[in-house]
């Protein structure tokens, strides 16, 4: 036996490159804005998370410009020892106070952060209590863990409370996405808070795909709740609306002093670079001095929303900035999504294994600088793509 047989015997990315029908990895050879330039053709971009469209801001371009020539292009070392520069510092402080929260924590990506919090917060003889469709990294960071983890059906309350009663004395935490990546949908942070409370739980939301977008200045589904104060821990990335590399844990100053001298994944991963860390800092700067960037982004969601409900797509519970398109079928994906190249529109094909293969879809994605032209272009393409795979009538 070989270890490698596994990878020799894998065939389902040949597969569908055999059909001609491959979507991922594509270059792009031009700025991540509303288009981008795919093997030489302008395509308008529904498929990234470039929620308030900072990602090509002039004063944010400059900041990591700027950045650079200050710092250098890196920190060449982790946070621990050389790697934490004044501007990080800056950083989180002013994510602490975005967020309601005492203190923050930066590390070197999303994933990380999710890794880093719950494989150091959680170990033997806890209990993470975890919604079934949360981020992967919130996946890996309770196998991590050392915990016992117990997984809740998608946004089910009771089944929620039924894990929390049955383990009421032992010490847990609630793991939950404010909104889920694939779906749109928002949790239920009202009854999750109840419940939490009721069965004496810690709480911890990942706000990667919320924050930015919702709440009054758009600090995520907590405050968009009016319950910051009643989550205990709040995750981040800032690769969608804050538009660099990186994320953050913001918790008491308690918490975030424990992590930091104890969460591998930050002691042991080289630090934020200088020219990511300035654009974070500019671009809260800028999501709080411009909040009509999110009022146009939620008048695009409502648009696209009742525009594709109205043509008969099933868009499941969304009510974010991901308006997903169900398909049902992994090839009629793939191929649709070709098509939908063809049209000039990026979008990206969600299949199984990453949902079953009858829950397979085409997920969208919006942003504030989305002109109306763009949209009506979008929307012609998917009704003629919808129509001709008998998606919708």
């Given at each position: 036996?070989?270890?490698?047989d596994k ?24 700025q ?15 498929g ?23 710092y ?10 050389n ?35 719950l494989?150091t917060?959680?170990t033997?003889?806890d ?44 010490p ?18 009202p009854k ?5 409370k ?27 709740f009016?319950?910051q ?7 981040g ?6 538009v660099?590399?990186g ?10 002093d424990?992590?930091?001298?104890n ?14 860390t ?22 695009i ?14 868009t499941l519970n969304?009510?974010?900035a ?5 398909v049902?079928?992994n090839m ?5 999504t070709?098509e939908?190249?063809e ?5 990206t ?15 969208t ?29």
């Amino acid at each position: 036996m070989d270890i490698f047989d596994k990878a020799n015997n894998w065939t389902a990315a040949d597969e569908v490159r055999k059909a001609g029908l491959y979507p991922y990895f594509r270059p792009n050879t031009s700025q991540m804005g509303t288009e981008v330039t795919i093997g030489g053709k302008k395509m308008i971009m529904v498929g990234s998370n470039n929620y308030l469209g900072l990602v090509t801001h002039p004063e944010v371009l400059e900041s990591m410009i700027a950045a650079i020539r200050k710092y250098g292009s890196a920190c060449t070392g982790s946070p621990f020892l050389n790697g934490t520069l004044d501007i990080r510092v800056e950083l989180e402080e002013k994510l602490a106070q975005y967020v309601h929260m005492e203190a923050a924590l930066v590390y070197s990506t999303g994933f990380l952060a999710n890794l880093g919090a719950l494989s150091t917060i959680a170990t033997r003889g806890d209990y993470i209590i975890s919604d079934r469709e949360n981020h992967a990294s919130i996946v890996d960071g309770q196998k991590l863990s050392y915990a016992k983890t117990l997984k809740y059906e998608h946004s089910n309350m009771e089944d929620l409370e039924r894990l929390l009663s049955n383990h009421k004395d032992s010490p847990k935490i609630v793991v939950t996405d404010g909104v889920f990546s694939m779906g749109g949908d928002i949790c239920d942070l009202p009854k999750i808070v109840e419940l939490c409370k009721k069965y004496d739980a810690r709480l911890m939301v990942d706000e990667a795909h919320s924050i930015g977008v919702l709440g009054p200045n758009g600090e995520g589904v907590g405050a968009h709740f009016g319950l910051q104060k009643d989550v205990d821990m709040v995750m981040g990335t800032f690769s969608k609306s804050f538009v660099s590399m990186g994320g953050f844990i913001a918790s008491t100053h308690k918490v975030i002093d424990y992590l930091r001298h104890n969460s591998r994944p930050l002691i042991f991963t080289a630090s934020l670079s200088p020219a990511d860390t300035a654009a974070v800092i500019k671009s809260l700067e800028i999501i709080q001095r411009e909040p009509e960037r999110r009022e146009r982004l939620w008048a695009i969601i409502k648009r696209m929303r009742k525009a594709f409900q109205d043509m008969g797509w099933n868009t499941l519970n969304t009510n974010s900035a991901i308006i997903p398109l169900m398909v049902g079928d992994n090839m009629k994906t793939f191929s649709m999504t070709k098509e939908l190249g063809e049209m000039g529109v990026f979008a990206t094909p969600v299949v199984s294994p990453a949902v079953p293969p009858e829950m397979s879809l085409i997920r969208t994605s919006y942003t504030s600088t989305h002109t109306d032209a763009q949209l009506d272009h979008v929307l012609e393409s998917f009704q003629k793509v919808g129509k001709k795979y008998g998606v919708i009538s």
